[in-house]
């Protein structure tokens, strides 16, 4: 790996590695300007932040803080344990947004929930409603699972945001976070508790926060709670200390295991002490740990997590489809991970990922209004759900219509502060040139450590339309070299430079082209947009025997409003899907061919190939047959009530 | 549904209606004399009830009783809200095993815990040990949760087995049941709490003590709490109603949901009364949802019960191999509920279930030795578990090894007491002669109302060997009818009957002999025991692809250690079966053959046709082929850790 020395003023990013073979561009320099991913933002910031802050007055997850500080606060607190960082999730999520916008009504409502917030934080630095206090439990009483060290963290993530966006904004969440910081360090440090927090995320934000400060020992603090844990320094519970991954050292695992989103947002914090410190042996171990999850523990969604019980991994190759958790937090943490080790290692394979996260979890999970949410993701909905109620937090994650709220609402927040820095994740730089990773419109603005002036505007409707143009907007004497990203399923791509005779072949991974650039030049990549059919790896298990369908970066799936339409009946679980008419594209949408399956009656069904059990389709006489679009599955239940699919069973 | 009326003395059985088809033999009529189920039956004497009742004195679940007689009770109590009925479920397992053979240390044992408990029952005949006292919560204040007439359910059926093994035992536990049971109904009646408790179990129990003593509001109280459920009368949970049947009305129910051992514990004590208030619209229900949870919920071992998270039914044809549930406790719920319809409806499809799940449920939980247990039953194990501690309870429920206890402990009590009274499941009568619905070396002795003496003796080596002997032990000048189940997968069963020149063809469900029998003669029932290839029902997306084999009652699995014997490797999920090549019978095993898979590579497991994740058997140079034993699936886990699989996929 080349790292390169950063040398330039930490743009406006969540993440700015000292070195890495990346360098990230921030909100400063990169800005989305339209299509999908712009759309979701101008809702983002028109519907979901006010929808995220209205719950959080309304179920008291805000107001902890005002009783806390009016020393009202015991035993009555609203919320759950990690209530706390939900409120700064949202923060967060205004201060990438005030960032992306400069949306002055949004900056006075986060100026005064920074100050209610800080009026609660404690002398000596400590801040947290839900412990310490008469009638609360003792501070740090349950490490397992308090989540006091995990609330610091969004906080510092918050804060982090907030001082690249609008540095000297003199709201004074730096200073309540640089305290809450050195109470960590100090409490936690060589000489404190030799213990770590049951849910992981305090790593990844302290060792931001040491890179946006300079304070080496947060940093510091950082790498001996991964070094810590998985020495069993939690106690044991129900569902084994794997669970928050204190089962194995973070450098002996080679795969990720427990629950999905504490191993990614340890994952990602692990990157962040492993590049700082130059621990190469502890990148190497994240490395192999990333792609033995990618190979065998995760969805084609980009989903991760298969059991609900414990919102966890499965062992390689458990994948049900079904019973698929797919926590929408775990996709936003595993684009945490799989982001950090591009900036690291420069490797496409790992923006492959954030796309298919992006595009099939993130962009899932909200839906068109921006007002409910998925927080579990399954890819296979038996029943029609009933409608979540819009007017009370949902205790059930597993609704297959999007809630306003749950008891657990971590997912909404989560997804608000990703699509408001989304842009973040557009680009990067090097010392040769520019990188684009993730293509939407977009204006790009930025320089080069020896002052190359590096300014193009990307046009397109991907994932529509496979079409990305970038218009270089301002001439450079001296070349550089842009590279544009490939994805692994885009064979047979093309490119097109300025003064070719004939479009140049693109294979998957990135396509670089170095030149004086002039204004007003153009360069198009053709993404190869035609519809594929995936067959699954034959170990697992849950997918035998079926397809699943792409377009570009999106999954699509079978909803039943569909099936219905084409007079299939309601239930995506009685039909086949049959190949060999092929797909077809109908405006705007993929087209497959469905049988139904025939009736199928059988008092037990276990038999001999002759009984009722049998696979049936075979006996059918007159098949019903019928052309079915599929829809886009960050689509579905916008409709109303449906089962769906993504993985279809062939005939 | 044609009705008998008992007219005889209460038989020893747990379950003795007023009135319906058939009517339950009883421990004094029937006695299993050795084979398959006899040794089960004497290591649950020899081992497993000292083994739980050490369990349960080391872990302090019996000093509660003790305790609370002191008045030194209070919040510091051991064990969970249930742990009292563990210690019933053991009194009911000790009442079998006295009444199967006289033990009379046993019976000391038997009346000293009896005498423990007693002491501990409130004057007003409230016995709970974790509710009530100073520092504990108040009584009935956590009905959703707090298992206490749940845990009455279990004094009652022990009670009921005392007293029909027992009669006049002097021991004052018939008593004792009196007290609380009419503190129930006092206190739950009519005028009383409206509500029902959070675990089913009442129902069942106190109609059977209703039957027992006569007492007729006991079994009102049986129906009242069978009405009252299922309209919301519980607080909602994180899993919905549903989790207690607490969502739609039994007479309203079409298929069994929710927690499956509640779900079944309930249908058993609804048909109890359905049958004893002639509720015919009720039983009828009752019919429905055991036909649609057997062809849509049921694993094919028997299991019942496809989520870890809440231990509950999944949706129709939601039924993973490597997820299941199939918690042991609802392979005796469903045994308990398909025996009552039995009785009431006298079909075989009733039996049939019985003996699925007495061979692959409750005969996997113990080990050989009998003193350790799963808890739940997977049916594809992809890891070979470690040992489970054999000096601490276990907390987790899905360990591939048989743990010795767990901090939930229902299982082991609940098989215990199973095996113990298993003979009053093998026989009834009608007004007409015997019904032989299990198969095992017995000994019976019972008469028809009218006189006619019923004597035979049942000689066989099922399941391991096909014939099933009824050797005739008294002459009776007047004929009587011998009824024999023909199981449904027998096809080609014979009969032999003295004096015919050929064997009957026997087809599946009943055959009948009707003469007059002399003593010496002997009926010969041939079933058919080569191994059968099964397909599963193309709607159970988890097993596409997969079959499973079949030898006679017992299902059969592939385990890792005979892989590895074969040469194959350590992981079951690496080979596929080769059906072309047959099924082979050698020295009393079924063998098979199966094509190892290559090997596989893939960064992404979903790819096209020509990807390495694609089905990739064909491209296999020289596949590795090998013959394997298969073991039957009660036997797996008692080798060391291993991997197994009971759906094995076809090449």
Not at 233 to 259: C, K, N, S
Not at 431 to 459: F, K, M, N
Not at 534 to 562: F, K, N, T, W, Y
């Amino acid at each position: 790996m080349t790292m390169t020395t950063s040398t330039t003023t930490t743009a406006a990013t969540p993440v700015a590695p000292s070195r890495g073979a990346l360098r990230p561009l921030g909100l400063d320099q990169v800005q989305i300007t339209g299509g999908f991913w712009g759309e979701r933002q101008a809702v983002n910031a028109a519907v979901t932040l006010a929808h995220i802050e209205g719950w959080m007055e309304r179920e008291g997850w805000i107001g902890n803080f005002d009783a806390a500080a009016t020393g009202t606060l015991g035993a009555g607190q609203a919320g759950r344990e990690f209530s706390d960082s939900e409120v700064y999730k949202l923060l967060e999520a205004m201060a990438w947004e005030i960032g992306r916008t400069h949306d002055g009504d949004l900056d006075a409502r986060f100026t005064a929930l920074v100050a209610r917030i800080a009026a609660a934080q404690e002398p000596d630095g400590y801040l947290n409603t839900q412990f310490g206090r008469p009638g609360q439990r003792p501070r740090y009483s349950d490490l397992e699972m308090g989540h006091e060290l995990y609330c610091y963290g969004h906080l510092f993530q918050a804060t982090v945001a907030r001082a690249r966006t609008a540095p000297g904004a003199g709201d004074g969440l730096l200073e309540l976070a640089r305290r809450a910081a050195d109470h960590v360090t100090d409490t936690f440090g060589p000489d404190g508790i030799a213990s770590v927090c049951g849910h992981p995320e305090i790593e990844v934000a302290l060792a931001e926060l040491g890179r946006e400060t300079g304070e080496r020992r947060y940093l510091d603090q950082a790498a001996l709670f991964v070094d810590r844990r998985g020495h069993g320094v939690l106690r044991d519970i129900e569902w084994g200390r794997a669970y928050f991954q204190d089962d194995l050292p973070v450098r002996e695992t080679t795969v990720l295991g427990g629950h999905a989103v504490r191993a990614n947002y340890l994952a990602a914090g692990a990157v962040d002490v492993a590049v700082e410190t130059g621990d190469d042996e502890l990148l190497r171990a994240l490395v192999v740990q990333w792609e033995n999850t990618v190979a065998r523990r995760t969805y084609v969604t980009g989903g991760q997590g298969s059991h609900h019980t414990d919102e966890a991994f499965g062992e390689d190759w458990v994948l049900p489809p079904d019973r698929a958790y797919s926590e929408t937090c775990a996709g936003v943490g595993s684009v945490m991970f799989a982001w950090r080790l591009l900036l690291a290692q420069g490797l496409p394979r790992y923006a492959d990922l954030v796309e298919r996260t992006l595009y099939n979890v993130v962009a899932t999970s909200p839906s068109h209004a921006g007002d409910a949410f998925f927080y579990t993701n399954t890819l296979h909905q038996r029943q029609p759900g009933t409608a979540a109620p819009t007017d009370v937090a949902s205790p059930r994650a597993s609704s297959s219509l999007r809630a306003p709220w749950f008891a657990v609402s971590c997912c909404p927040p989560n997804v608000a502060r990703t699509l408001a820095s989304l842009a973040a994740y557009v680009a990067t730089t090097d010392d040769d040139g520019l990188q684009v990773h993730q293509y939407a419109p977009a204006r790009i603005r930025t320089a080069l450590p020896d002052g190359r002036r590096v300014e193009v505007d990307i046009e397109t409707g991907y994932p529509h339309d496979g079409l990305v143009r970038v218009r270089v907007a301002t001439s450079q004497e001296r070349p550089w070299t842009l590279t544009l990203r490939v994805p692994a399923w885009a064979k047979g791509a093309t490119l097109v430079v300025p003064d070719d005779a004939d479009p140049r072949p693109a294979d998957p991974g990135t396509v670089s082209v170095t030149r004086r650039f002039s204004a007003g030049d153009v360069i198009d990549l053709h993404l190869p947009l035609a519809p594929r059919v995936l067959h699954p790896d034959p170990r697992i298990d849950a997918l035998r025997g079926c397809v699943a369908v792409e377009r570009g970066p999106q999954v699509l799936c079978l909803e039943s409003v569909d099936l219905d339409g084409a007079g299939l009946g309601t239930d995506v679980g009685e039909v086949r899907i049959d190949l060999g008419a092929g797909l077809r594209e109908v405006a705007g949408r993929t087209r497959a061919a469905f049988v139904a399956l025939p009736a199928l009656e059988a008092a037990w069904p276990y038999g001999d190939a002759n009984d009722a059990g049998k696979p049936a389709t075979g006996g059918l006489d007159s098949p019903r047959t019928a052309e079915v679009p599929l829809t886009a599955y960050h689509d579905w239940a916008n409709r109303g009530p449906s089962t769906m699919r993504v993985w279809i069973p062939m005939v």
